[in-house]
């Protein structure tokens, strides 16, 4: 073939391939992703008496440190709204936590509004629309109490103690721990990377033997109380994006109280910082959003001044409302 036929026959290929790329598009599967999630934290509230004269609820700067160095957002949810109020929050936030602290499980403000917040959760992602919960310590005892229908808490002291996980075959395959790498999982078995705080927990034979229990979390993790207590550690939704600790990720990296054993080692930090990460991709999938930037802005943590408290907490700083 002389060389000008062969360069009308590249032509003539390269012309058909251009017009089959235009008659037969490729079609490009994108998941929608926000980058600019607001996880709302649901207030505490105070029953310290040396926390009184500052105000009647709470936000730990721990937990909102913790979620922004996620790569997300806070906006503090009080307890005094309406319902209607509440299910105008859920459409504009990506997601939600239930922190620590001291209030009855099912009859507080605390727990009612968290009830509602479940409830919109549940029925969101039921209809595909994707909106993550996490709750710490007293959150994850919540959580357990609004999927069981009852108060399942037993004594499970674990006061001031760091500890390692006793990490379940499930947790290899769940969404929390994946890609952690293999010697951060190993160490989490091993070494005390975990601060716990708590007199309560629920018992493995307890949440074994809730057919709801059973059926709604997978258990990740378990832990000896000081009393022999076997009892649940790390909760993960099986078909819900609703997470639960007994221990407390935000304290390793935020809260340094010489008094308390809050983990600081490498490995400590680096499990404080994937959870945070984690939780915030999980707030990534959500798409509520604001109305409009003026609301948003001034629905944010960053319009609340923190309290110097580590002179009478255990806390560093506290965010009254």
């Keep these: 073939m002389s060389n000008t036929g062969l360069l009308a026959y590249v032509c003539f290929l390269l012309a058909g391939c251009f017009c089959c790329s235009r008659a037969m598009p490729t ?8 980058d600019r999630p607001v996880i709302g934290i649901l207030t505490q509230l105070v029953s310290d008496e040396a926390m009184k004269p500052f105000g009647r609820t709470y936000i730990p700067s721990s937990y909102v440190k913790y979620i922004e160095s996620g790569g997300s957002r806070v906006m503090p949810i009080r307890l005094t709204l309406t319902t209607a109020e509440y299910e105008d929050i859920f459409r504009k936030i990506n997601g939600l936590i239930f922190i620590g602290g001291a209030a009855d499980l099912e009859t507080s403000d605390f727990a009612r509004v968290a009830k509602i917040f479940f409830k919109l959760a549940e029925t969101a992602n039921d209809a ?53 790498p293999s010697e951060l999982m190993k160490a989490l078995t091993h070494k005390p990377l975990t601060g716990n705080f708590h007199h309560y927990g629920v018992e493995v034979k307890n949440f074994q033997e809730n057919e709801n229990l059973q ?33 407390h990720p935000e304290v390793n990296r935020f809260q340094w109280d010489s008094r308390l054993n809050f983990p600081h080692s490498r490995q400590a930090v680096q499990l404080s910082s994937l959870l945070a990460e984690f939780f915030s991709n999980e707030g990534r999938r959500s798409l509520h959003r604001f109305d409009n930037p003026e609301e948003e802005a001034s629905s944010l943590i960053y319009n609340y001044t923190p309290v110097y408290a580590a002179n009478f907490t255990g806390y560093e700083q506290l965010y009254f409302f």
């Design 27 to 34: 079609k490009v599967s994108q998941k929608a992703v926000n």
């Design 128 to 180: 595909g629309d994707f909106f993550p919960i996490w709750g710490t310590c007293m959150g994850m005892q919540l959580l357990t109490v609004l999927v069981a229908g009852q108060n399942l808490l037993t004594k499970t002291t674990a006061e001031n103690v760091a500890m390692p996980l006793n990490l379940t075959t499930e947790a290899g395959s769940s969404r929390m721990f994946e890609g952690f």
């Design 215 to 247: 059926s709604f979390f997978s258990i990740l993790s378990t832990n000896v109380a000081e009393n022999g207590a076997h009892f649940v550690s790390t909760i993960e939704g099986k078909r819900y994006p609703f997470y639960g600790v007994q221990w």
